[in-house]
Structures are given as structure tokens and as C-alpha cells.
């Protein structure tokens, strides 16, 4: 049993990672009904960057001084790289997130070299004991981290007049630039946020691994991209309940199911998942999708 | 007549084009082919009927193993029979548009119930997930090694003597030709395939799904053959695609496969077959073009991506939407600026 709790523990800590990221998927999926491929390398980007604020100031700073360049950086790309093609075809959009996946890549490995990099942890890797069975500190720091993210984002949403501005220009642009919303200027804080939402799964994500490279956030993307469709790609509450499931489960299936191992996690997991969308086709918590004829 | 006449002109250069390319151009020409098939192959289920594969590679890998398998005759011992080929290579090729068309189908189905976003991941899922089944199911594929068919006395090229026109073929001649040849014949197959009903219940399906159900198409038969069909063309560019390489292993069907085909797609542009030549050379060229600018670590990528979005701000319907403006009546080329 204390073996399970461990492995539901650590579970929840990829998981929150998961959630970052898919909530940053589907926080642009709702604003612009296109998946961001580029997501995964935008966070590996200010991944980079906040290790090299690390070389010269403390942790927390170098957090915070990060997610503002993340958020700079996210509404600057929306500005200068999608808002050209905006009215063009959806999966033109998408080409062009993955021109920026292919090139942010790139751009990562022209300026910090192809050695691995060694993030640090602002949190300890020792165990801590609670009624009797011992989780990591950083398992536990991480989970922390990114939920508290995830919590700020929904006050933010709720309760300020600019949240409920990016609501409204994510559901109706149209009516909402009637009432004065300035929808354009809405869409690139959107990217905004959701590049802050994926430094802080970057940061997350690479203390533990020990090394990370450019490679970093691919394996990453995939989970995201996966739990935010099995929560339901529009429901910002299904992409977190769904990073924290695709996390546990994946490592609940790596760790006690044989012939799974290190191999077959993936596909066995998106095998789940597929199962899940057969019976429930718009996800956990997605709005069926309704059709004017 | 216009198009016969189109059609003849491009069998000719492609005939002719050999005496002028060198043996390495030549190998990649006939991939230009190969991708070519599995474009036409995937704008049959993108750009006619509307739904989103990210894992075509998946189906690519099926057609890939199927001729693999069958050149290199794995001897398969099953019930108490042991089976085993002799085909030629190219006669595994309509095997492979079968088993990988098959799968297309079994997987049509389920993928009914979804769309948009959904249908992708679900796509997707099978693109990431084949590999790492393939490289499981040790017994046919050879693991994570694959198989390698170099030396195979059933590559014809390569263990029998050919001659086209007159000149006596190395390997990359010949290949080229049976590339390009199977990508001219899936090009007119496709047009018969879409120029009738068929074609105009897919498009339906694509522009108003609830319209076309009105209208009297059955809508679960069309989306499942679009993807049938589709996996079948990608299963014959698979075969064709391991007598290039002459070796097949989890690694060549990879993700990045999948996603590589939907970027050839939409540049080619989605709803023209002809132009997926253009999404074809695309694929095979750029990386070496931009190999060829620096060989810099990540300036390659670089370049590359610059040259992917440059192309989708001035193209955003591919390829094809240029030549469907360029081709259109004077009248609704002025009518329709936009």
C-alpha cells in the first residue's frame, strides 16, 4: 500500500506537469480552435532561459524574471508569427505551430549547444514522512507549484475584468468586440499565458530528469496533448483533471503492469484514452460539439 | 482533353528524366514519388472529406513491414503450416495497399464517433504508438533492428537485370521508374476515384456533414472508405518506400513521419491532387537545402522553419490554392479577390 501512495504521489507530479501544459493547449485551442504544436518547444525555450538566469541569481527570482520573458515572448509570437495568418485554414495555423516547433528548436540548440544542461531543483530530493509512508519533497514541491499556478490562472479568470475579457473574446469575438473587448490585443495575452504556463511546466519538468537538452518537452508535449483531449480539448477543468489522470496513470500501468515497462507506457496509455473518447467523444468535461445546420 | 494532354507531357518528362539525373538524384526523385502516393493518399481523407490524420505514417509503416516481410520471407511458422513467399518486390505492393487499406478501415470505424481535435489525437496515437508495437512483435518485424532486404535476390534492380527504353537500369533507374509509375497510375486512380459520386459525397462530407446526410450520402460509408482508401495509398507508398531505403526498422515510421506528411499535405494544398508533387519535393528537398545553407548545429532547423512559415503567409492554401486561382475563369479570378 505505502508502495501505491508513492507511486500515486509521483504520478501526480508528472501529472502536474501534464496540466500545465495541456491547460496551455487548450487556452489557445479555445481562443483560436487550433492546437499549438509549438507549445512543448516554447516551454523547453524559457526552460533554457531560466537556466541561464540561474547561472547568475538565485532561484526565485530567475522563476519569476522567466515567466515575465515567457510571457513577453508567448504574446510576441502570437503577434509577429500567428496573427499574419490568422484568417487563413485551420491546419494552416497548425503548420505554422510546427514550422515554430521545428524552428524554436533549432534556435535552442544554435545558442546553448547540443551539451545537456543541469537545472536545479528549488526543492530537496529528500524523503518526508507522512502516517508512515515516505514521499519526495520535490514530488510533493512540484504538485504544490503547479496546481498553485493552475489556481492563479482560474482567480485571474474569475475574478478580474480582464479575465472575463478573455473569456468573452474566446467565445464570441465577434459580439465581444462590439461591447469594446479589444479581441486582438486578448489573443496575444492568451499566448502569453500560455507560455507562462508552460515555463512553469519546463521548470518543473527538468530538476528531476537530472539532464535535459533541447529534446526536453516532446515526450511532455504528447502527455499534454493527450490529457488535454481526454479532459475535453475546450474545458480548461478537463485538461487538469486530465494531466493529474494521464500522470498517475501512466505511472501506475509503467510500474505494475509486466509487460508494459518503459516501452509500451505511451501507446498502452493513449490506448486508454482512445478507449475513454469512444464512449465519451468530446472528452470528460468537453461540450459536446453542436452544429448549426 | 487538356488534362490528357497535361498527363502525357508529365509521362514523357518523367521517362525522359533519367538520361539527365545522376544515380543519387535519381534515388531521390523516385522519394519524391513515394511521398507523392502518400499525399494523394492523404488529401483523399484531409483534403476531400475533411478529417485530420496526424498518423498516416502508422499506416506507411503497415505497407512498409507487408513488403519487407514478404521480400525477405520470414518464414512463419502458424498453425502447424509454415508459410512463406516468393513474390518480386513489386508484387508485394498491392499487398501492402491492402493490409495497410484494411487497416484503414478497422480503424474508420471507431474513429467515426470522433472530429476535429479528438480524431487527431486519435491519429496521432497511432502514429506514436505502431513503432513501439512493431518493435514488440519481435517474431515478424525484427525487432528494433527491422529487416534488411539489401541483397535480396527478389529486388528487381538489384538481383534481376531490367531495361527501359532501351538502357540497361541500376538500381535507383529502376526504382525511379516503378516509383513513379505506381505514383502516375494512383494519380489517375484517384481522379476516377473522385471525379463521381464518390468524390462528391466526400466533399460533402467535408463542407456540411448534415447536408450530405440530407442529401442521401451515408455518411459512416464515406468517412470509412475515405480512410480506407487513404491507408491503402499510404500502404503502397510504405512498399515502395522499403525498396528504397531496401531496409525497414521502427525508427523509419516514426512520429515525425505522420506529422512531416501533414506538413507535405497542406503545402501541396489541401482538395488538389496534382499539386501534392509540389508538398512531395517539399519534404524531400527542403532538409537538404537547408542542410546545404549551413551545416551549423540548429541553424538547418532554423532555416527551415523560416522557410515552412514564410511559405504558409503567402501560400495559405498550398500549392494548390495558387493553381486553383491561376487555372480559374478570368471572370471569377477578378470576382473573387480575396
Redesign the interface.
Given at each position: 500500500m505505502a508502495d501505491l501512495a508513492q507511486q500515486i504521489v509521483s504520478g501526480l507530479a508528472s501529472g502536474g506537469i501534464y496540466a500545465s501544459l495541456a491547460l496551455a493547449l487548450v487556452l489557445i485551442?479555445r481562443a483560436t480552435g487550433v492546437?499549438n504544436f509549438a507549445q512543448g518547444e516554447m516551454a523547453m525555450f524559457t526552460t533554457f532561459v531560466a537556466w541561464t538566469l540561474m547561472e547568475h541569481i538565485a532561484y526565485w527570482p530567475a522563476f519569476a524574471l522567466t515567466l515575465v520573458l515567457a510571457f513577453v515572448g508567448g504574446a510576441l509570437l502570437e503577434l509577429t508569427?500567428i496573427r499574419?495568418?490568422q484568417?487563413?485554414?485551420p491546419?494552416?495555423v497548425?503548420?505554422?505551430t510546427?514550422?515554430?516547433?521545428?524552428?524554436?528548436?533549432?534556435?535552442?540548440?544554435?545558442?546553448w549547444?547540443?551539451s545537456p544542461k543541469t537545472l536545479e531543483s528549488p526543492f530537496s530530493t529528500d524523503p518526508v514522512r507522512i502516517g508512515g509512508v515516505a514521499f519526495s519533497i520535490q514530488d510533493l514541491g512540484i504538485i504544490g507549484v503547479s496546481l498553485a499556478i493552475v489556481a492563479l490562472l482560474w482567480a485571474f479568470f474569475r475574478f478580474t475584468k480582464l479575465g472575463l475579457g478573455l473569456r468573452a473574446a474566446a467565445v464570441n469575438p465577434a459580439e465581444s468586440r462590439l461591447v469594446g473587448i479589444r479581441v486582438a490585443w486578448m489573443l496575444a495575452l492568451g499566448w502569453g499565458l500560455a507560455a507562462v504556463l508552460g515555463a512553469v511546466a519546463g521548470m518543473m519538468a527538468a530538476p528531476p530528469l537530472g539532464s535535459f537538452d533541447q529534446n526536453l518537452m516532446q515526450p511532455i508535449l504528447?502527455y499534454a496533448?493527450?490529457a488535454a483531449?481526454l479532459g475535453g480539448?475546450d474545458s480548461p477543468l478537463g485538461a487538469v483533471v486530465g494531466g493529474l489522470l494521464v500522470g498517475v496513470m501512466v505511472n501506475l500501468v509503467g510500474t505494475y503492469v509486466g509487460f508494459v515497462g518503459a516501452?509500451?507506457r505511451?501507446?498502452v496509455a493513449?490506448?486508454i484514452?482512445?478507449g475513454v473518447?469512444?464512449v465519451r467523444?468530446?472528452?470528460l468535461f468537453g461540450r459536446e460539439?453542436v452544429?448549426r445546420? | 482533353m487538356i488534362r490528357v494532354a497535361l498527363f502525357a507531357l508529365a509521362v514523357g518528362v518523367v521517362a525522359l528524366l533519367p538520361r539527365v539525373l545522376s544515380d543519387f538524384r535519381a534515388s531521390q526523385a523516385a522519394l519524391v514519388a513515394i511521398y507523392f502516393v502518400a499525399l494523394i493518399g492523404l488529401n483523399v481523407l484531409t483534403g476531400y472529406t475533411g478529417q485530420v490524420s496526424l498518423g498516416h505514417g502508422a499506416f506507411m509503416a503497415l505497407g512498409g513491414y507487408a513488403t519487407a516481410i514478404l521480400v525477405s520471407d520470414q518464414r512463419l511458422e502458424l498453425f502447424g503450416h509454415t508459410f512463406s513467399s516468393d513474390l518480386r518486390d513489386i508484387w508485394t505492393l498491392p499487398i501492402a495497399g491492402l493490409v495497410a487499406g484494411l487497416a484503414g478501415l478497422v480503424f474508420g470505424i471507431p474513429a467515426l464517433r470522433l472530429t476535429g481535435a479528438y480524431l487527431a489525437l486519435a491519429t496521432f496515437g497511432i502514429g506514436v504508438a505502431l513503432p513501439a508495437v512493431l518493435k514488440k512483435a519481435e517474431v515478424l518485424t525484427g525487432g528494433s533492428t527491422g529487416i534488411n532486404l539489401f541483397g535480396q535476390p527478389k529486388l528487381t534492380g538489384l538481383g534481376i537485370e531490367t531495361t527501359v527504353l532501351g538502357r540497361h537500369l541500376t538500381y535507383n533507374d529502376w526504382l525511379y521508374y516503378a516509383c513513379w509509375t505506381v505514383a502516375l497510375i494512383g494519380l489517375v486512380v484517384a481522379w476516377l476515384l473522385l471525379r463521381g459520386r464518390l468524390g462528391r459525397a466526400f466533399r460533402a462530407v467535408r463542407d456540411s456533414p448534415t447536408a450530405a446526410t440530407s442529401s442521401g450520402v451515408n455518411l459512416s460509408v464515406a468517412k470509412t472508405a475515405a480512410f480506407g482508401i487513404s491507408a491503402a495509398y499510404a500502404g503502397v507508398a510504405g512498399g515502395l518506400y522499403a525498396m528504397q531505403t531496401t531496409f525497414v526498422n521502427p525508427g523509419v515510421f516514426d512520429v515525425t513521419l505522420s506529422i512531416f506528411l501533414v506538413v507535405g499535405v497542406v503545402v501541396g494544398g489541401l482538395g488538389t491532387m496534382w499539386t501534392q508533387v509540389f508538398g512531395a519535393a517539399f519534404i524531400v528537398f527542403l532538409p537538404d537545402v537547408a542542410q546545404a545553407i549551413s551545416k551549423q548545429p540548429g541553424v538547418p532547423a532554423i532555416v527551415y522553419s523560416v522557410v515552412l512559415i514564410a511559405l504558409m503567409l503567402v501560400l495559405p492554401t498550398g500549392v494548390g490554392g495558387l493553381a486553383r486561382r491561376a487555372f480559374a475563369p478570368l471572370t471569377s479570378r477578378l470576382y473573387h479577390q480575396s
Open positions: 485551442y492546437v508569427v499574419p495568418v484568417s487563413a485554414p491546419l494552416t497548425v503548420i505554422v510546427i514550422g515554430l516547433l521545428i524552428g524554436l528548436n533549432g534556435l535552442a540548440r544554435r545558442i549547444g547540443n504528447l496533448f493527450a483531449v480539448i516501452d509500451l505511451l501507446p493513449l490506448a484514452i482512445l473518447l469512444l467523444p468530446s472528452g460539439a452544429s445546420v | -
